[in-house]
């Protein structure tokens, strides 16, 4: 299995800061891999698909970008509803791996 | 819209068979999209159980293939999930997820990828005596 290692795995910011979680494959998933944000009690929610694209209706303060084993997620000016736990998830082969997440607290 | 809605006892005794159905709601199953279970131990990560197509065919994660099935009945539009021989270790929040598969230009080729777009709310399901 493709093994996926983000970090940190915990981050404090504050409302307007600059934030990226680094997500890297054991091997190279060429631009396989999508960002999910999820709430406590919630589903995950699909932000980015391939890497850097972002999916209709999700804030363009979101980006994401790499390729092969090392991906980033960036959110460009946090948002009070921007805390939650993130994940990446390599959809390059069986089975879809996840990341361990990243939770993003408020500072 | 599309919604999805799991369904199915939230305790399973040890050994025997967790059972759940997902309801698709605003939307057809007969499309190409796949359906898939994710499941969520409590304040841990995600772990892709498997999915299945309209096309009938079906994927597993290998860790868990010996124990899993799932199955589609598209006329009534929900998929389900079985494990079975259970423990505590399957003790988890169980999603279903709609799978959409797009193409993407990679490396000047045309390649095709999939995501997880759409979820149903989860439910927890506990292995115990």
């Known amino acids: 299995d493709i093994q996926m290692t983000q970090s940190p795995s915990s981050l404090s910011a504050s409302v307007g800061d600059r934030v990226t979680i680094t997500c890297r494959a054991s091997?190279?998933?060429?631009?396989?891999l999508n960002w999910y944000q999820q709430k406590p009690g919630k589903a995950p929610e699909l932000l980015i698909f391939?890497?850097?694209n972002l999916l209709s209706g999700v804030p363009s303060r979101f980006s994401g970008s790499g390729s092969g084993t090392d991906f980033t997620l960036t959110v460009s000016s946090l948002q009070p509803e921007d805390f939650a736990t993130y994940f990446c998830?390599?959809?390059?082969?069986?089975?879809?791996?996840f990341g361990q997440g990243t939770k993003l607290e408020i500072k | 819209q599309v919604q999805l809605q799991e369904s199915g006892p939230g305790l399973v005794k040890p050994s025997g068979t967790l059972s759940l159905t997902c309801v698709v709601s605003?939307?057809?199953?007969?499309?190409?999209?796949?359906w898939s279970w994710v499941r969520q131990p409590p304040g841990k990560g995600l772990e892709w159980i498997g999915e299945?197509?309209?096309?009938?065919?079906?994927n597993y994660n290998p860790s868990l293939k010996s124990r899993v099935t799932i199955s589609v009945d598209k006329s009534k539009n929900h998929f389900s999930l079985k494990l079975s021989s259970v423990t505590a270790a399957d003790t988890a929040v169980y999603f279903c997820?709609?799978?959409?598969?797009?193409?993407?230009?990679?490396?000047?080729?045309?390649?095709?990828?999939?995501?997880?777009?759409?979820w149903g709310q989860g439910t927890l399901v506990t292995v115990s005596s």
């Open positions: 997820a709609r799978v959409s598969r797009i193409v993407v230009v990679e490396d000047a080729t045309q390649e095709s990828t999939y995501y997880f777009d759409y």
């Open positions: 998830q390599q959809s390059y082969s069986i089975p879809s791996t």
């Open positions: 391939a890497a850097s």
């Open positions: 299945i197509y309209h096309s009938g065919s079906i």
């Open positions: 091997q190279s998933i060429r631009g396989f």
């Open positions: 605003g939307g057809s199953m007969r499309s190409t999209n796949g």
